[in-house]
Structures are given as structure tokens and as C-alpha cells.
């Protein structure tokens, strides 16, 4: 028996020791969400509680669950009982969970979220039966929340590296042959099949070849690749691993943008432990196999996510994308034939090698095999990490897992900034690299923007026009000049200033950045604004032909009022104005003066609700009902004829 395996069989044995603990064990999710809500404080009173009453207990940290809203996520282990699921636990929770739940018999129901183990207690339903957690199938991310991810023997305990020792019994052809069975494609936009991929790098000739894992993930909104690191840093290491070999890789990069310390941090621990474990270096576990990742920083520039800028940073360069043919994968890093996955895409592996395409297939739909990470965020209720299967759709990801929104929903944007908005009357839509391309959008790396109808859409296409055309490395003329004119066209129309003629320009221009532009920036950047051009062409007559904002968002046609009729004098407005741009006298209806006014929007705030005397006005006549309540009054605004 080998010494991993050895290895393997002590890990299971701590693990079951671990679950059968007979201490109170606190698993506190230390993910870069988790902290930001502050798990550290939480972490920092467990252990002063548990040191000053002299416990045997532990604060295991742990990756993120998904339920980001609900952070900071403490699963308790109390022996004798199930586990139990808690959120929003800051220190003063944590405290009273260790006083009542831990040491009392009160379960302290009210903090709970769900029973972790089998089915529920005491009023407390299974953790599987929440609402965010009951559409999911969570596989990629089923260690993430679960085990410790800077300590292996719980990657090891949960099958870890036996999906590559598998590998090293099929030999590289059958491991081919596995990852074309199981139909994976890559996780980082296109969709491309990977083992097609793989299958040209193998019958490229080369003395050398190279594997690269894209972990610079700057969409905004997105945290998949993050969060997957974070919480499970072995799947990565495990996925080049099986890669590598299959392709006969020795050396390896990790791509990871430096703005995300905690997942270099984890990956660089995980690299040593794997090491430390006789599975990177020379020669792994007798095979003739041999392999080295290195981890390489990025300094955060988006274009360096499409493959070709991404091998140009490696080597030192800037990051610029040169044209294809020849693809990467036969001269990429080098000049040597290289083969570049994101994070998912590796993460899958070894679930692949470990369970069998059989396995894998037995979720998605034709053509799209397997489960899909995705980071909800935007104006849903439930915000979060979630994973399930493709065919899902939008509605299901939206209103059921993520419990629709507050007010009606207008489009969810998918794809990031190289994707589109889809309409609310598309909802029923499966979630397909297919279908969101018909639709006019992109899979991306899983980004899913939740929009309701306080988003202006035409705002909305320019913000993220605006992210492309500054992460543009400006190579080729279409994306630099074509983006930068789209934009100067948007930025016009939302000022009030656009003209009809605008419509066809803004699509021509499009076109020819999408067909013109040398890399995956500059070919779908015109994406938002040809998909909100599609769907709600509309908001952009609004804004041009009447200088109405419907989403009250663009605030060149927005102005407040004061009606005098309902105003009865008292100062709050005035007091609250940061500008000064209120006057009248006690009693006095007062007024807002246009030229100092800001449209802030803080009057309106602070207006009485038994007055509701300011408004908002955009473009036409006023009108005295705003079809939009704030939620803390009836309000008047004006919304055009």
C-alpha cells in the first residue's frame, strides 16, 4: 500500500472521528463573504467564550454554503443531536448559540436555517428543504461549506485524488475518452467541448506542453471561480492534475487576479499539502508522470481573462490578445501547445474520473451535460452562490431559489459584461449555452443579474459599455473606437440630447465592433445594448423622443418638486438638503431650486408621509400619482403624458 493511500485511509478514519465528535465543534463559513459579514468577529468570540469556560470545543473554519445573504453561517455540532444550520451570526448570536443551544437545551430556533443531517427537530426544518438550497444540486460545490479547505484530510476523507489515481489506471486515452463520454464543456463562456480541445493539443507534436487554469474572473457581480477556490482548492489542484496527464503537461500556471488574497492564499497551502503528499513534483506515485503548477498573479485587467492576452501576461507582456489560427492549444505559452480551463471546468474532473460519465450525464439536457455554478446577485431576495443542473430555467433560478425580487422584475442579465438582458416574459427560458445564445446572451462564467423595474435599461447597457470600453487593451481600432462611440451615443441619450437617427447608428456600430474586433472582448461587448435594443427598444424611444426616464434613473431627466398644496412648511426637507437648494419660511410652502438641486432624491426621502409633497418629474407633465410606491408612502412623481 502506498503512502497516499495510507494517507487516504487515515483521513477517512479522522473524518468519521469528526463527525461523531464528542465535543462541540463550530463550523464558521470564512469565505471572503462570510468575512465581510463578519465572520472573524464571530470566530473571535467562539474562542474567548469557549477559553474563558475552560470547553472542549473547536471553530472550524470552512468555505461558503451559498446563502451569502444569510453571512455570517455557523453549522453547530452539538454530540448526541444533528448538526444545525445558523445565519446571520454575528458575535452576539454566537454567544447565545454557545449559551443555550450548546450548553442549554434551546435550539434557538429563531437563528436557524435548517437541520443539516437527514430530517428536522424540535420545529427546525432540513437544511435541504430551504428554500434556496431545495432546486439546487450541489456538485462541484458540494465540499464548499463542508470541510476545512486548508486541511486535506478532509478532501482526502470526501474521495479527494481518487478521481486522479483513476486517471493513472485509464491512462491518458481512456481519460480522453471519459471526458468526451461525459460531455463536458468549458465552464468559462464559449462552451466548447473540452475534450476537443485537449484532443488537438495531444496531436499537436511538441517536445513540451502546457496547462493554465484562468482564475482571473472579473465580471462584475461574479464570485463562482473565487468562491470554488475558497472553499475547495484541492478540486482545482486535483482537475490540472487529470488534465495534465491526459495531456502530458509537466508544467502549470494558475492564473488568479491579486485581488482575491484569501483564494491565493488557500491555493498556495493546498499546493504545498498535495505536494507534501507526493502528488506534484516528479515522477507522481510511480507513473513517469511528473507535474508543477505555479501560482501566477494577475493585476486585475479584464481583457487578460481571454486566453491568448492571458498567455501574453504569463510571459511577461502586456496583455494583449493576438489573432487565431493557431489556436493555443497548438502554440500558446511559449510558443508550446497549451491548453487553458477555468476553474469549473477543472473542478468538474474530478467528480468525472472519480463517479464515471454515466454519473455525469445523468443531469443536464442534450447537449449540455451536467450542473452550472452561478453567482445570483442584483435586486433578487435570496442573493448567493447556487449550482444546478443545465435546462434549469431562468424562473427557477430566479423566483424559486432565489425568491424573486421586491418589486416586479423587468430582465436578468447573464454573461457579465459580454452578455444581454433578458425579459421577464422570457423567465420560462432553460438555462442552455444554446438557448441564451438565441436569446441573444452568453453563458459566461455563470454571472445572473437579477433586474426589476427601477433599472433603466439604457443606463444600464452604458454602465456596462463603459466596463468593456475601459478594460479594452485598445489593440484594434473596432473595440477601442467602436465602444467608445457607442458610449459617447448612450451617454447622450440618457442626457436627454439622443435623436432617432441615434437607434440605427447604435446598431451599426455594434455590428461592426462584434464582427470586426480581434478578441471576446470586443466581439460581444455590443451585447447589452444590442439585447436591451431587442427587448426594450421602447425605453430607448422614451429617453429620445419624450426625454422621459421611465426607471426615474437618469437623472439629467429627473427633477424634484414641491407641490404647494400639500406642503405645509415644516424644515425637514430643507434641513436634510445637502445642497441648499431648499428655501421657504416656517409654514411656507417651500421650494426647490433647479440650479443647485442635485436629485439626490434625500427630500423626497425625508418628506412626511402625511404630506408626500415633493415629487419627481421626468420629461412631459406632472402627474399625481406615482405608479412606483416607495414602499414608505403613497408619493407623487411625474412620469411623463
Not at 462541540?24 to 472573524?40: D, K, N, W, Y
Not at 468538474?348 to 446577485?377: C, E, H, M, Q, S
Amino acid at each position: 500500500m502506498s503512502a497516499l493511500s495510507d494517507s487516504m485511509e487515515s483521513a477517512v478514519d479522522r473524518w468519521r472521528d469528526l463527525e461523531t465528535s464528542p465535543i462541540p465543534l463550530f463550523f464558521v463559513g470564512t469565505a471572503t463573504c462570510g468575512r465581510a459579514a463578519g465572520a472573524a468577529e464571530t470566530c473571535t468570540r467562539l474562542r474567548e467564550e469557549i477559553g474563558a469556560r475552560a470547553l472542549e470545543a473547536a471553530v472550524i473554519p470552512v468555505g461558503c454554503l451559498g446563502l451569502c445573504s444569510l453571512e455570517p453561517l455557523v453549522v453547530v455540532h452539538k454530540p448526541g443531536i444533528p448538526r444545525i444550520c445558523y445565519g446571520s451570526v454575528g458575535p452576539s448570536e454566537a454567544s447565545r448559540i454557545l449559551e443555550t443551544h450548546v450548553l442549554g437545551n434551546d435550539s434557538c430556533g429563531d437563528l436557524a436555517l435548517g437541520v443539516m443531517d437527514g430530517g428536522g427537530m424540535d420545529g427546525i426544518a432540513p437544511f435541504a428543504d430551504h428554500p434556496m438550497i431545495r432546486g439546487q444540486e450541489r456538485r462541484v460545490l458540494g465540499n464548499c461549506g463542508v470541510i476545512d479547505p486548508e486541511n486535506v484530510d478532509h478532501y482526502l476523507a470526501r474521495g479527494g485524488y481518487r478521481g486522479f489515481l483513476r486517471a493513472l489506471d485509464l491512462g491518458p486515452f481512456g481519460v480522453l475518452e471519459e471526458v468526451r463520454a461525459s460531455g463536458l464543456r468549458g465552464r468559462g463562456g464559449a462552451g466548447f467541448p473540452t475534450w476537443r480541445k485537449w484532443d488537438l493539443c495531444r496531436g499537436t507534436r511538441a517536445d513540451r506542453r502546457n496547462l493554465i487554469c484562468n482564475a482571473d474572473e472579473g465580471d462584475p457581480g461574479a464570485f463562482m471561480d473565487r468562491s470554488l477556490i475558497e472553499g475547495d482548492p484541492h478540486a482545482v489542484i486535483e482537475g490540472m492534475l487529470i488534465a495534465a496527464f491526459c495531456l502530458g503537461a509537466e508544467s502549470g500556471y494558475i492564473y488568479c487576479r491579486a485581488e482575491y488574497p484569501l483564494a491565493l492564499e488557500r491555493l498556495e497551502s493546498a499546493i504545498d499539502q498535495a505536494r507534501a503528499l507526493g502528488l506534484l513534483g516528479e515522477n507522481i506515485e510511480g507513473s513517469g508522470f511528473s507535474f508543477e503548477p505555479v501560482v501566477k498573479k494577475g493585476a486585475g485587467a479584464f481583457v487578460c481573462g481571454e486566453e491568448t492576452a492571458l498567455i501574453a501576461s504569463i510571459e511577461g507582456r502586456r496583455g494583449m490578445p493576438y489573432p487565431r489560427p493557431p489556436f493555443p492549444a497548438q502554440k500558446g505559452l511559449w510558443g508550446q501547445p497549451t491548453i487553458i480551463q477555468n476553474v469549473e471546468t477543472l473542478g468538474n474532473l474530478p467528480l468525472i474520473l472519480r463517479n464515471g460519465a454515466a454519473w455525469y450525464t445523468a443531469r443536464g439536457v442534450d447537449g449540455n451535460a451536467g450542473t452550472k455554478t452561478f453567482a445570483l446577485a442584483g435586486k433578487v431576495r435570496r442573493p448567493g452562490l447556487i449550482e444546478v443542473p443545465l435546462g434549469t430555467s431562468l424562473r427557477g433560478i430566479v423566483e424559486d431559489i432565489g425568491g424573486g425580487a421586491d418589486k416586479p422584475i423587468k430582465a436578468v442579465q447573464t454573461g457579465g459584461p459580454s452578455g444581454g438582458c433578458i425579459p421577464a416574459r422570457l423567465l420560462d427560458l432553460p438555462v442552455s449555452y444554446e438557448t441564451l445564445a438565441a436569446a441573444g446572451s452568453i453563458m459566461g462564467s455563470g454571472g445572473m443579474i437579477v433586474l426589476d423595474e427601477d433599472t433603466c435599461m439604457v443606463d444600464l447597457a452604458k454602465y456596462f459599455l463603459a466596463f468593456a470600453q475601459a478594460e479594452s487593451c485598445g489593440k484594434c481600432p473596432p473595440c477601442r473606437v467602436g465602444t467608445r462611440a457607442m458610449h459617447y451615443i448612450l451617454d447622450r441619450i440618457t442626457e436627454g440630447e439622443g435623436t432617432p437617427a441615434d437607434l440605427a447608428r447604435l446598431e451599426s456600430l455594434a455590428r461592426t465592433v462584434c464582427d470586426g474586433s480581434l478578441c471576446g472582448l470586443g466581439q460581444t461587448a455590443p451585447n447589452p445594448v444590442l439585447t436591451t435594443l431587442r427587448y426594450f427598444r421602447e425605453e430607448y424611444e422614451e429617453h429620445i423622443l419624450h426625454k422621459r426616464c421611465p426607471a426615474f434613473a437618469c437623472l439629467p431627466l429627473v427633477s424634484y418638486h414641491i407641490d404647494p398644496e400639500r406642503c405645509t412648511g415644516c424644515p425637514a426637507c430643507a434641513k436634510a438638503c445637502p445642497n441648499g437648494a431648499i428655501g421657504g419660511a416656517r409654514g411656507q410652502p417651500h421650494v426647490i431650486d433647479q440650479d443647485l438641486c442635485s436629485r439626490c432624491g434625500t427630500c423626497r426621502d425625508v418628506c412626511p408621509p402625511a404630506q408626500a409633497a415633493v415629487y419627481r418629474r421626468s420629461g412631459g407633465l406632472s402627474r399625481r400619482d406615482d405608479p412606483r410606491p416607495t414602499g414608505k408612502r403613497s408619493a407623487m412623481a411625474t412620469t411623463g403624458p
